[in-house]
C-alpha cells in the first residue's frame, strides 16, 4: 500500500550533479524520517544521508559529506537528494527509505523502501 516512487538517476560525468526524488503515497509523510541508501556492486548496502521528520535535522555518511544535501518538502511528499561534485566510486543503485522515527541513521530499521533507482557516474 505504502509506496515510495524514485526518479532522477541517470549516466553522468565525474564533477557533473544529479538531484534525486522520492515521492511517498499512502502514509503520514511528516512522521517519517526519510533517508537514501545505495548499493554499489560488490559492495553492501550503505546509508547515504538521512533527514528527520520536520527536516531541520540531517546526518551524512562520511563518504559524501560536503558533496550531497538531503531535503524534504512535506507538502509534496517528497525526499530529495542533491548530489554534486560525482564521483565513479558514487555510482550504485540509490534506494528511498522511510521509518517513523525521529531521523534516519546508519543504524536506523527501516519500515519502507523505494524501488532502487540506478546511479552511473563514469570517469
Known amino acids: 500500500q505504502v509506496q515510495l516512487v524514485e526518479s532522477g538517476g541517470g549516466l553522468v560525468q565525474a564533477e557533473a550533479s544529479l538531484r534525486l526524488s522520492c515521492t511517498a503515497s499512502?502514509?503520514?509523510?511528516?512522521?517519517?524520517?526519510m533517508g537514501w541508501f545505495r548499493q554499489a556492486p560488490g559492495k553492501e548496502r550503505e546509508f547515504v544521508a538521512g533527514?528527520?521528520?520536520?527536516?531541520?535535522?540531517?546526518n551524512y555518511a562520511d563518504s559524501v559529506k560536503g558533496r550531497f544535501t538531503i531535503s524534504r518538502d512535506n507538502a509534496k511528499n517528497t525526499v530529495y537528494l542533491q548530489m554534486n561534485s560525482l564521483r565513479p566510486e558514487d555510482t550504485a543503485v540509490y534506494y528511498c527509505?522511510?521509518?517513523?522515527?525521529?531521523?534516519?541513521?546508519?543504524?536506523?530499521?527501516?519500515?519502507?523502501w523505494g524501488q532502487g533507482t540506478q546511479v552511473t557516474v563514469s570517469s
Open positions: 527509505a522511510a521509518s517513523a522515527i525521529v531521523i534516519m541513521t546508519s543504524r536506523s530499521r527501516v519500515e519502507y
Open positions: 533527514i528527520s521528520r520536520g527536516g531541520s535535522g540531517r
Open positions: 499512502q502514509l503520514t509523510f511528516n512522521i517519517y524520517s
